[in-house]
């Protein structure tokens, strides 16, 4: 039986890994990821890295050695990182090469902290873009206001961004219209548009982990029980399904046709967050309903095992769009706003990815401790 995870390339979607661990690179899982399992690209953030940093072994050598240098807890955690996204970016180059630039890349976040910070962050990305070195890396920005010129001004430059924490239509609107005028005014200025990618990468279970929230507190509060429960896990993949009507709207104008014609690519829609948070929705529900040509789907690594143990491949993004619509409009009904609700969003994958920034720090800093101490007693 062949692979559901390989099967969704026959539908044009590109499955991502949602993690950098080096115990798995060293272990050979990663590679055997890539060859079996069809991966095509990796992503990662800082809590993914938190975790495998104090939780693990595998960099504690490096991190040894870093202390010995004197080096402080920022330039180490900059020392792994670069080291494992240059690891990583080497073993997917032959997809980059073999996909034409469509596929192969890794991402490096800027720090959360400069979410509000536009020219902090357009040169943050500059600074790892050069740091890295690697024509397969993708910067990580937020769709914040903040973000969106600094994700115009990397594009510009040349630097392959991967917008994170995007929600709301209207902040998909502002991405893909910044992507459209960096690859404008490099076409413009003579400059190469055929190798410079981006994704966008949209947010799914935390859209329904809000407002089943909200649903069910109206229920405990006395609403109609029926109604409200009838609108519960709807909203994530209706948000999605919508965005994919603007993204084939988008690029299916005079616009961007002629931007194809000077090789650009599409900005596809990346969906982030596919795991399910509630057990009681199907382990691979979002992977399942979102497939289509054109996208990605990040997974993390117990959605890629069930996704290849019983994941079902079907063309689903464009299914029920008038049911899409319908489910917006009852939410609405109800008192569950669409702008408020992708705001609170967008404010608590801030805090979110900021908080996790701040803990990875921490957790370098236990590591050294710990490190510190046992040389000490040896």
Same mark, same amino acid.
């Given at each position: 039986m062949s692979n559901p995870l390989v099967q969704l390339q026959q539908e044009g979607q590109s499955v991502w890994y949602d993690n950098i661990d080096r115990a798995q690179i060293a272990s050979g899982q990663f590679k055997r990821m890539l060859d079996e399992d069809g991966v &095509?690209?990796?992503t990662a953030n800082p809590t993914i890295f938190e975790k495998s940093i104090s939780h693990g072994t595998a960099y504690d050598a490096q991190i040894s050695q870093l202390i010995s240098e004197g080096k402080s807890t920022n330039e180490i955690y900059e020392a792994v990182v670069i080291q494992d996204i240059r690891t990583v970016a080497d073993l997917l180059r032959p997809i980059y090469e073999r996909t034409d630039g469509?596929?192969?890349y890794v991402s490096l976040e800027v720090s959360p902290d400069l979410a509000n910070d536009t020219k902090g962050t357009a040169a943050e990305a500059e600074r790892f873009w050069n740091l890295v070195q690697r024509p397969n890396l993708m910067i990580k920005i937020p769709a914040t206001p903040a973000g969106i010129p600094a994700i115009y001004e990397a594009l510009s430059k040349g630097i392959n961004v991967n917008v994170t924490l995007i929600f709301s239509l209207n902040s998909y609107h502002a991405v893909t219209d910044a992507y459209l005028?960096? &690859?404008e005014d490099r076409n413009a200025q003579g400059q190469d548009i055929s190798r410079l990618a981006s994704v966008a990468s949209f947010f799914v279970s935390r859209v329904d982990t809000l407002v089943d929230k909200v649903l069910e507190d109206q229920i405990k509060a006395g609403g109609n029980a029926e109604q409200l429960k009838a609108l519960e896990g709807k909203a994530a993949i209706a948000n999605a399904r919508l965005v994919y009507q603007d993204f084939m709207s988008i690029f299916g104008t005079p616009r961007f046709e002629t931007l194809k014609h000077a090789?650009?690519?599409v900005q596809r829609p990346l969906w982030a967050s596919t795991s399910t948070k509630n057990p009681a929705y199907r382990d691979v529900?979002?992977?399942?309903?979102?497939?289509g040509p054109d996208t990605v789907d990040t997974m993390p690594l117990e959605t890629i095992e069930n996704?290849?143990?019983?994941?079902?491949v079907r063309y689903s993004?464009?299914?029920d769009i008038p049911g899409a619509h319908a489910t917006f409009e009852q939410l609405e009904k109800v008192g569950i706003h669409y702008d408020q609700v992708t705001q609170q969003l967008l404010d608590e994958g801030v805090k979110k990815?900021?908080?996790?920034?701040h803990q990875l720090f921490a957790g370098i800093d236990g590591k050294k401790n710990s490190i510190k101490e046992e040389k000490a007693t040896r």
């Open positions: &095509l690209g990796v469509k596929d192969g005028s960096a &690859l090789g650009a690519h529900l979002y992977a399942e309903e979102l497939v996704f290849r143990d019983h994941g079902r993004i464009a299914d990815f900021a908080d996790s920034f």
